[in-house]
């Protein structure tokens, strides 16, 4: 409660050195003359049940009022207060703890320290506190007094009941135990004095966390130089009830707490070496270390260690916790902790990670054997998110940065350990302790979502390897080419991508795949890859992302680590361009000979330059070379004055700048220079060419013939008026331009006008409706039907409308009502004329008569039925109708007699498709001709891609001894049948 605004006291008392404040406000009253109640009415605050509130629970606010109205110095009260959440514990007295000697010296005022759950000893006069009043027993100073004024300071308040007057035993005569100068104890005492307020504040936890295990696991031996009193009550601690009537823990008497406190300084306050080799020393009195926390101690407990004591604790207990908790917990770095709610977030800390590890640093980290670089890159990468992560799903953390990266990750922690290369583990957990702290000037994730699947095109990619001298690779459509290769790399440099992820577009396809794109990297010339490189800063640049290519995290960030893997600069690169270029070892023979690994002699070889091979005269480097020194000398400046003003013809040029005459087309048309493929235009009168074109409607070729020019001059001099031209060829014909008379119905002159058959196709339209279907007409007018088909829909689609209904066995078709209008228009007289003036007498064909329209009717409406087949004489298997298809696939049947085959491998060898295979394949096994099995396990097994199951089993078929006949059988049938045809002169109908 706030005192502001209240009066200056008249009477006031000075605040002592370490004076509580509860003590000085008792003075105060003293002082003044009145109750403590009072006093503290009178400056506007409650009065608490319990002494400890009047130093835990006032604010800054009151604190300084309290000062100004005291005449004391601002902020002289903050030494006289504990921090509200001061951790006492449950098993802290709620009274305080006292010196008698110091208590009559100071005339009955207390010390703040008193009230500490850990101080036990009087460092002044070296004596053991006393934890109650020596007549009554009770706790000092526990409820708040309230007639202190009536009677002398350092006497005990404590009322035996309500309204009763206090015990009043001076307690400043009570005996203590004495302690000799130098006790371990008094120095323990003296280091708790010693710490600052927030040091006192940790320590005096992580001592409530120890006690009861640490109660658990000191022995009798520990305490041979402890004083009797001292050691008796321990002993009636370890042996007393640990509970109070009303179930809460008893209060810690200060003997107990003092070895407590004596035989946990250890663990505290000694160096990271000591501490933890006394950690071990006390678990392993419980038996051998084989959980991350101690044997005997409260989860609760457990808990609310300080982070630097929980580092001790799993440093002790790394040997036996799993790689996956080692890198979680960094118990195998000095900077183990205990995993905290508000610690790095994965996904905060994967937008600084790529999801393959950087180069250098897979130089350093990885075994010489044991595992893939790609898959130990991507689970290396994956893994720096563990470090202070608090689940531990390690899949849910790994997931954020590469979710589709096969659970390899346990076991590429178990080659680690194996090759006995412990410092890669430390190494992670430093690594992702300096992103947490430094992060990192590339953002991978924002590049992940920015940066193009394919960051080049091909023509970028061509133009690039031409301006360093090197071959691109590859044809237009090739599915994996040195361009797709090129898109690769940059990717990978510019996101760090994982191309083993299927769900990448420019994943590897296959193991092969993925070797000829190694290969592509270490044949990239040095000019190529700082092109490359530039290339990627242009890409940064247009979506506007101010990070450099590529970052590693510094070398200094595992100071005092021993990697296992070599440093780049290990290797001579004078001895790997020897080794792989000169003498053409391949990489692990280089490595072994070098005594590294073939990661180190990769990345090597990506610092020496390759020396392209030399371009022939016919190279498409060549060709390139040639047009850049086209573009260089063939300027519009010099095709103005040497082609328009000079008038030389573009062969001259060429033959005068030493270059082919195409190139120098080619380079004149990017220019925009007008190139005459011909002899220079005629001046030639507008006019009168419009009206030779446009009026008398003469063609190109007769007024090129009068004007002594050729064809094509004269349609681009018509293009260049604007004057649309006549389609050439056929189009130009008479019958082409001509148009009908308006007496002539419309319809018919939708099928005539612009078109080169149109009167053929009516006249056959006209026939082919007095029939009733249009097989029966195509045999009438000596066609194939499908030309009928076609030339009818043509006449349809002029028409814009149908014209007859079709067929069906049984239901003749028959016209439209369109239709029969445009038959009624082709049976008037001036119409008929037309037809016959327009067709040859060879093209017309009569109308039929009565009996040929007769037995069309009989064929159609008489459906013919295939009869049963003929079983064979001496080959005990089924017949089967043998279609075109079934005739191809026995040929390959018995070319192949002796194999069995599956459907897919058939449909490669015979062009089927395996769609209409697998049913007649069934029907052959029906009737005899084959037989099947199953594929095996072994061969099923077998063709299983790496990760994945094998899928379906094949089908394999096999040729029977009878179907072998039944085959052989229908091929000569067929064969004697075609023979006998091609005797008889067979010839097919013609097609108009």
């Not at 606010?61 to 903050?78: H, I, S, V």
């Not at 009502?817 to 009624?824: F, N, P, V």
Request: with cysteine; aromatic share 6%; proline share 8%.
């Amino acid at each position: 409660m706030s005192t502001t605004g209240g009066r200056v006291l008249p009477l006031r008392v000075p605040l002592l050195p370490g004076e509580s404040l509860d003590s000085w406000l008792e003075a105060l009253a003293r002082r003044n003359g009145i109750s403590l109640r009072s006093m503290l009415a009178f400056l506007g605050l409650r009065t608490p049940s319990y002494t400890r509130r009047l130093y835990t629970t006032l604010t800054a606010g009151t604190l300084r009022d309290l000062e100004e109205r005291a005449g004391l110095r601002p902020g002289q009260l903050d030494e006289a207060v504990l921090a509200p959440d001061f951790p006492f514990g449950p098993m802290q007295a709620p009274g305080s703890r006292y010196c008698p000697r110091c208590l009559a010296e100071r005339e009955g005022r207390w010390l703040l320290t008193w009230w500490l759950p850990w101080t036990f000893a009087c460092t002044t006069h070296h004596l053991l506190l006393h934890d109650g009043c020596p007549a009554c027993d009770a706790l000092p100073r526990l409820k708040t007094p309230t007639r202190s004024h009536d009677f002398p300071a350092g006497i005990c308040t404590t009322r035996a009941s309500r309204g009763a007057d206090p015990c009043g035993a001076d307690l400043t005569s009570a005996t203590s135990t004495p302690l000799p100068a130098g006790h371990p104890l008094l120095d323990t005492q003296q280091w708790l004095h010693g710490l600052s307020p927030d040091q006192a504040a940790t320590v005096s936890s992580d001592l409530l966390a120890l006690a009861a295990w640490l109660a658990r696991c000191l022995t009798e031996a520990d305490l041979d130089s402890t004083p009797p009193e001292f050691l008796s009550a321990w002993r009636e601690r370890r042996t007393g009830p640990v509970t109070s009537p009303t179930g809460r823990p008893r209060p810690t008497s200060a003997a107990v707490a003092g070895i407590l406190a004596h035989h946990a300084r250890p663990l505290l306050d000694t160096s990271d070496i000591a501490a933890i080799d006394a950690i071990r020393r006390l678990r392993h009195r419980s038996g051998p270390i084989s959980r991350m926390m101690p044997a005997g101690m409260f989860f609760e407990n457990w808990t609310t260690l300080s982070p630097g004591l929980h580092g001790r604790f799993l440093r002790v207990a790394d040997p036996v916790l799993g790689a996956m908790d080692r890198v979680r917990l960094r118990s195998c770095t000095t900077r183990a902790r205990f995993p905290r709610r508000q610690g790095p977030q994965p996904a905060a800390r994967a937008r600084h990670i790529p999801q393959l590890l950087w180069p250098t640093w897979t130089l350093r980290l990885i075994p010489r054997q044991g595992i893939k670089e790609s898959l130990f890159r991507a689970v290396m990468s994956v893994l720096l998110l563990l470090p202070g992560q608090t689940t531990r799903n390690a899949r849910k953390v790994t997931d954020q940065l590469n979710p589709h990266l096969p659970t390899y990750t346990t076991r590429t922690l178990q080659v680690l350990l194996g090759n006995e290369h412990d410092q890669a583990l430390p190494a992670l957990c430093y690594l992702a302790d300096y992103l947490d702290e430094h992060g990192s000037p590339i953002d991978y994730q924002r590049r992940r979502r920015l940066v193009p699947a394919e960051p080049i095109s091909r023509e970028e990619w061509t133009e690039l390897c031409f301006a360093t001298g090197t071959h691109p690779g590859g044809k237009p459509g090739a599915p994996i080419s040195r361009h797709v290769h090129a898109q690769r790399h940059l990717h990978q440099l510019l996101t760090g991508s994982d191309l083993n992820n299927p769900q990448q577009p420019l994943a590897w396809r296959s193991p092969a795949d993925r070797s000829r794109h190694l290969t592509f990297t270490l044949t990239l010339t040095l000019a190529q890859r700082q092109a490359l490189r530039d290339y990627a800063a242009g890409i940064l640049e247009r979506l506007d992302i101010d990070e450099p290519v590529t970052w590693e995290p510094p070398e200094d960030a595992c100071t005092g680590l021993t990697l296992p893997g070599p440093r780049f600069t290990d290797v001579d690169l004078t001895d790997v361009r020897r080794l792989v270029v000169t003498e053409g070892r391949r990489i692990t023979e280089a490595a072994d000979a070098l005594n590294t690994t073939p990661t180190h002699i990769r990345l090597a070889l990506e610092h020496i330059d390759h020396q392209p091979p030399p371009a022939g005269p016919n190279s498409p480097l060549a060709a390139w070379r040639l047009r850049q020194r086209a573009r260089d000398l063939i300027t519009r400046e010099f095709l103005e004055r040497e082609y328009v003003t000079g008038r030389k013809t573009l062969t001259v040029i060429a033959a005068e700048t030493d270059l082919p005459r195409h190139v120098v087309v080619e380079q004149a048309e990017a220019i925009g220079i007008t190139i005459y493929r011909s002899p220079r235009p005629l001046a030639i009168d507008a006019a009168w060419l419009r009206e030779q074109y446009l009026t008398r409607k003469r063609s190109t070729s007769d007024i090129a013939h009068e004007a002594g020019t050729e064809d094509e001059t004269i349609r681009r001099r018509l293009q260049r008026l604007g004057i649309p031209l006549r389609a050439p060829g056929v189009h130009s014909r008479t019958i082409m331009t001509a148009t009908l008379d308006r007496t002539v119905p419309r319809d018919i002159r939708a099928a005539v006008e612009g078109t080169l058959h149109g009167w053929l196709r009516l006249h056959r339209f006209e026939i082919a409706m007095a029939f009733p279907t249009l097989d029966t007409a195509a045999g009438y007018l000596q066609v194939h039907q499908s030309a009928l088909v076609t030339q009818f829909q043509r006449l349809e689609r002029d028409i814009g409308h149908p014209l007859f209904e079709r067929g069906a066995f049984g239901k003749p078709h028959r016209p439209t009502s369109r239709g029969k209008a445009l038959l009624r228009a082709l049976n008037k007289p001036h119409v008929r004329k037309l037809m016959h003036q327009a067709l040859a007498p060879t093209t017309l064909t009569p109308m039929p008569d009565t009996n040929t329209l007769a037995r069309a009717t009989t064929d159609v409406t008489t459906r013919r039925t295939p009869g049963p087949l003929t079983p064979f004489d001496d080959i005990p298997v089924e017949r089967i109708r043998i279609r075109a298809e079934t005739l191809t696939l026995l040929r390959d049947l018995l070319d192949h007699h002796d194999a069995e085959f599956y459907a897919a491998q058939l449909s490669t060898r015979t062009g089927l498709r395996q769609s209409s295979l697998s049913p007649r394949l069934r029907q052959l096994e029906q009737a005899g001709w084959l037989t099947s099995r199953l594929e095996d396990d072994t061969s099923w097994l077998s063709r299983a891609p790496e990760g994945r199951g094998p899928g379906r089993r094949r089908l394999y078929y096999a040729l029977t001894p009878d179907g072998r006949r039944a085959a052989t059988h229908e091929l000569q049938h067929r064969a004697s049948g075609r023979r006998k045809r091609q005797n008889a002169g067979t010839q097919p109908a013609t097609n108009h």
